[in-house]
Each structure stands twice: as structure tokens, then as C-alpha cells.
């Protein structure tokens, strides 16, 4: 049974930091894409940051120089550290691990409030 999971989220104020966690269970972790996405209320579901089975990120250009995504294959996790945060990056933060075109999971979301 595969297993993704999100914690960490929480209320921070304006200029604050928060680290996200994303735990996969029951899947080839390391040979997995793992991608942040977050949405807001009446937004869509946008891509935050990825983390790629060969080691390269991307970054929404939102996020760049705030928000680093890193992944531990050992422990399964891949983890968002979000610094500088800002009312507008307030969401729910969705983990999704993906391989190839047809293989997708998504995590049950973690809510982050930046409050200002």
C-alpha cells in the first residue's frame, strides 16, 4: 500500500520559516520525482518546488531564493524548508511522487498560514 504523507504546516508570521515533511511509503522512493505543489482557496493547484529521481530541483520563479526543496532517499522524505515566507505563500502544500507518465501519488496536504 503506498503511502504519502505531509507534515510540518502550521501558522507562521510574515518573514517567519517552516519545514515541510513528505513521507512515502511503499514505492522505489529514490527512483520517484517528488514535487511541492500548493493551492489556495479559489486557485489552482500550482507547482512550488521538485526534486528529481537524478537530483536536479525546480522552483516555481515565486519561490526562488525562499524556498529549498531536498530529498533523503534513505529515510523516504523529501522536505520543503520555506524562509522569508509571505501572506500570499499561505496554502495547502500537496506532496505528490510521480515516476514516468502513469504512475502518480498525492499526500492529503499540510495547511500553511503566513500571517501578516
Known amino acids: 500500500q503506498v503511502q504519502v504523507v505531509e507534515s510540518g504546516g502550521g501558522l507562521v508570521q510574515a518573514g517567519g520559516s517552516v519545514r515541510l515533511s513528505c513521507a512515502a511509503s511503499?514505492?522505489?522512493?529514490?527512483?520517484?520525482?517528488m514535487t511541492w505543489y500548493r493551492q489556495a482557496p479559489g486557485t489552482r493547484r500550482d507547482l512550488v518546488a521538485q526534486?528529481?529521481?537524478?537530483?536536479?530541483?525546480n522552483y516555481a520563479d515565486s519561490v526562488k531564493g525562499r524556498f529549498t526543496v531536498a530529498r533523503d532517499n534513505a529515510k523516504k522524505t523529501v522536505y520543503l524548508q520555506m524562509v522569508s515566507l509571505k501572506p500570499e505563500d499561505t496554502a495547502v502544500y500537496y506532496c505528490?511522487?510521480?515516476?514516468?507518465?502513469?504512475?502518480?501519488?498525492w499526500g492529503q496536504g499540510t495547511q500553511v498560514t503566513v500571517s501578516s
Open positions: 511503499g514505492i522505489n522512493f529514490s527512483s520517484y520525482t
Open positions: 505528490n511522487a510521480r515516476r514516468g507518465s502513469d504512475t502518480s501519488y
Open positions: 526534486s528529481t529521481s537524478s537530483g536536479g530541483t
